[in-house]
């Protein structure tokens, strides 16, 4: 059975950093791309970031580009979203992905996770 867990989250005053974690099984890292995805109140879902199956290349949402960095862990299949220098509009439900292929699109995805919260105070 696929599964994709995420944890991490929380609620952190601006400037400070979180790091999320995506625990998945079911399959392996260098098996399939992974991505990440958020979901603010009131807008649709946005993918950030994802790391490939190939090679760990990484690649990012313009707006989190210089602050956030994707890694993985391939021997205990586990994805990490390192997000530094958090602001407000950081603020949204954020979900790990299984990606069929190697785009930050939720066209790409056949798997989510349920989503972790994370709340940025100003």
């Known amino acids: 059975e696929v599964q994709l867990v995420e944890s991490g989250g929380g609620l952190v005053q601006a400037g400070e950093s979180v790091r999320l974690s995506c625990a998945v099984s079911?399959?392996?890292?260098?098996?399939?791309?992974i991505g990440w995805f958020r979901q603010a109140p009131g807008k649709e879902r946005e993918g950030i970031a994802c790391?490939?199956?190939?090679?760990?290349?990484?690649d990012y949402r313009a707006s989190v580009r210089g602050r956030f960095t994707v890694s993985r862990d391939v021997a205990n299949n586990t994805v990490y979203l390192q997000m530094n220098g958090l602001k407000p509009e950081d603020t949204a439900r954020y979900y790990c992905?299984?990606?069929?292929?190697?785009?930050?699109?939720?066209?790409?995805?056949?798997?989510w996770g349920q989503g972790t919260q994370v709340s940025v105070s100003s």
């Open positions: 790391i490939s199956k190939v090679d760990g290349s990484t």
């Open positions: 079911g399959f392996t890292l260098d098996e399939y791309t």
């Open positions: 992905a299984r990606l069929r292929f190697l785009l930050m699109v939720r066209s790409a995805v056949d798997y």
